[in-house]
């Protein structure tokens, strides 16, 4: 069992920054891949992005590619989310989530391992 828990988030105002933390506990051997999914009200929960842990190949949804960047530390057992250019449709609880078997997809019923979320708001 892996223990996920994020950091980070808080109210920007359009066009600003935000960086994302997620730090890893427990049983992180077992990663094969991590990601970000985000929740809006009343929506269902969108895949964000996701790195591959071990060769750190990386995917985004089209809404947000070019933007945000994920990336991780290996040796901190962190996946970060930093987020560019944020608009207010960006605006979501944030969840990081792990997976232990391959391959790397977008389907949260995929993943195994959840964090709490942080939220981010986008507003001015």
């Known amino acids: 069992q892996v223990q996920l828990v994020e950091s980070g988030g808080g109210l920007v105002p359009p066009g600003g920054s935000l960086r994302l933390s997620c730090a890893a506990s427990g049983r992180t051997d077992t990663t094969y891949a991590m990601a970000w999914f985000r929740q809006a009200p009343g929506k269902e929960r969108e895949f964000v992005a996701a790195i591959r842990w071990s060769f750190g190949f990386t995917s985004y949804a089209d809404s947000v590619k070019g933007r945000f960047t994920i990336s991780r530390e290996n040796a901190k057992n962190t996946v970060y989310l930093q987020m560019n250019s944020l608009k207010p449709e960006d605006t979501a609880v944030y969840y990081c989530?792990?997976?232990?078997?391959?391959?790397?997809?977008?389907?949260?019923?995929?993943?195994?391992?959840w964090g709490q979320g942080t939220q981010v708001t986008v507003s001015s």
């Open positions: 989530a792990q997976k232990i078997t391959t391959p790397t997809t977008r389907n949260a019923d995929d993943y195994n391992s």
